[in-house]
């Protein structure tokens, strides 16, 4: 089976940082995907980890743990606009195919 | 380039009815997935296919969703009959190989009366 567990709900300041934490447990694992989703919106792509480590983008990273089954999403310098749903997403190979399944989400407020 | 294309933006019915919904993926993806979306459960994979082909619909809730993809352009997802309880948000996304990104149409919002 596969369960993915991330906090529901966050609140930051604008300015600040704020980690967001995912973890799962997963047969087949072939990396760990982080969207972003504004209400009543798409998601749309940030970040894809599939080795240990961490991935820098502009004001966004991406860690992963494979052994801990762990990742974590950091936004840096927060804006107004990063308020929205991170989803992280599991892509598992077990049935072929590169599934993806996700998280509930967590639902982050940036508060000025 | 046109991105994930789905059709319609917006659907009301009433209970009984059936309902289409369709999307066009990304030309050159071999990969097409549906997705539905509520407050509830979040974000569910219901199918994907691969080449056209149905590779796993384990999360198609009953015998009343049946989807399709006749060519590799062109795919639906039927609700025959429709119920209440299938209002959501439902996503189509498509992506070129195995371990790639995936691109969201925006969604057709479903509401069963």
């Known amino acids: 089976g596969q369960n993915i567990d991330q906090p529901t709900e966050m609140t930051a300041t604008e300015g600040a940082i704020v980690q967001i934490n995912c973890t799962y447990q997963t047969s087949g694992f072939n990396g760990l995907f982080w969207y972003q989703q504004h209400a009543g919106e798409a998601p749309t792509f940030l970040s894809y980890n599939v080795l240990d480590g961490l991935e820098e983008k502009g004001r966004f990273s991406s860690f992963l743990s494979r052994s801990k089954g762990y990742s974590y999403l950091l936004l840096k310098e927060l804006q107004m606009k990063d308020s929205a749903s991170y989803l992280c997403a599991v892509i598992s190979l077990y049935n072929q195919g590169g599934k993806l399944i996700f998280g509930q989400g967590t639902e982050l407020s940036v508060k000025p | 380039d046109a991105g994930v294309i789905q059709s319609p933006r917006h659907e009301v019915t009433e209970m009984g009815q059936e309902v289409t919904l369709r999307c066009k993926p990304i030309s050159g993806h071999d990969y097409l997935f549906w997705y539905r979306q509520t407050m509830m459960r979040g974000l569910e994979l219901l199918i994907y296919?691969?080449?056209?082909?149905?590779?796993?619909d384990s999360g198609m809730p009953e015998d009343r969703f049946s989807a399709k993809m006749p060519n590799a352009s062109f795919s639906t997802l039927k609700i025959q009959p429709s119920e209440p309880r299938d209002s959501a948000v439902y996503f189509c996304?498509?992506?070129?190989?195995?371990?790639?990104?995936?691109?969201f149409g925006e969604g057709s919002r479903l509401t069963v009366l």
């Open positions: 296919f691969n080449n056209n082909v149905p590779i796993d």
């Open positions: 996304a498509s992506k070129t190989r195995v371990a790639g990104e995936l691109f």
